[in-house]
């Protein structure tokens, strides 16, 4: 596609539910991250992958955090027995080859609402 | 470790005025830097970005200068539009394999 594409848009969940989170990067972008927004934070570092490898898992939260990204293109955040404090848009961007230059492709994210 | 310190929003500004967002960084060795907008309903974008002491970026009238003295890259447009009205994003970026590190973001309403 012409941009990165974050599915659902919207997620409402109950507390102790798991939630995947998909994103789809920028046909041809090698490298791909995950970034958590939440109210009155900044954007908060989860995952990034270079292909299908995660050289940086540092900044997710918790053990219930786990991605994954297969065939070098789309990535799965899935979140295990889900918290309140999960709440938050969670966002995904791609950048182009193998130099980390800090110029990323974002997507619109996926906002998650655990009740 | 690695951070960066913008001003608080929101920011409400008329249409034609100066606009000064302040950002501050703290990180070892020589990052680059960069301005990111999030316009409503869309993605974060790259605005503009520096990579040395001194340098300019500069896009769409909105300006920023690196300056390592006072660890500073403020974001700077003569006169603002309503179009402008957005999320504004300071971050910096240490090389390697380290991710871009965000602010917090700052408001901006420009009103006609």
């Known amino acids: 596609g012409a941009g990165v594409s974050q599915s659902p848009s919207n997620k409402v969940t109950e507390k102790g539910k798991d939630v995947e989170l998909r994103c789809d990067p920028i046909?041809?972008?090698?490298?791909l991250y995950w970034y958590r927004q939440s109210l009155g934070q900044g954007l908060e570092f989860l995952i990034y992958?270079?292909?299908?490898?995660?050289?940086?898992k540092s900044g997710l939260p918790s053990d219930r955090f786990s991605a994954e990204r297969t065939g070098g293109s789309v990535s799965t955040l899935t979140i295990q027995r889900t918290q309140q404090e999960d709440s938050a848009v969670y966002l995904c961007?791609?950048?182009?080859?193998?130099?980390?230059?800090?110029?990323?492709?974002f997507g619109e994210g996926s906002r998650l609402t655990v009740l | 470790g690695d951070s960066v310190t913008q001003m608080e929003g929101p920011v409400t500004l008329s249409e034609e005025a100066f606009l000064t967002i302040n950002c501050t960084y703290t990180?070892?060795?020589?990052?680059?830097l960069f301005w990111y907008v999030q316009y409503p309903g869309e993605g974060l974008q790259l605005l503009l970005k520096?990579?040395?002491?001194?340098d300019k970026g500069s896009n769409k009238g909105f300006e920023a200068t690196y300056r390592k003295e006072t660890t500073s890259f403020h974001l700077e447009k003569g006169s603002v539009q309503v179009s402008d009205s957005a999320v504004y994003f300071c971050?910096?970026?240490?090389?390697?394999?380290?991710?871009?590190?965000f602010g917090k973001g700052t408001r901006l309403s420009v009103i006609a």
């Open positions: 971050a910096l970026l240490r090389g390697g394999n380290t991710p871009l590190v």
């Open positions: 961007a791609s950048s182009l080859g193998t130099a980390n230059t800090g110029e990323l492709f």
């Open positions: 992958f270079q292909g299908n490898s995660a050289p940086d």
């Open positions: 046909s041809g972008h090698t490298a």
């Open positions: 520096a990579t040395k002491a001194d």
């Open positions: 990180a070892t060795g020589y990052p680059s």
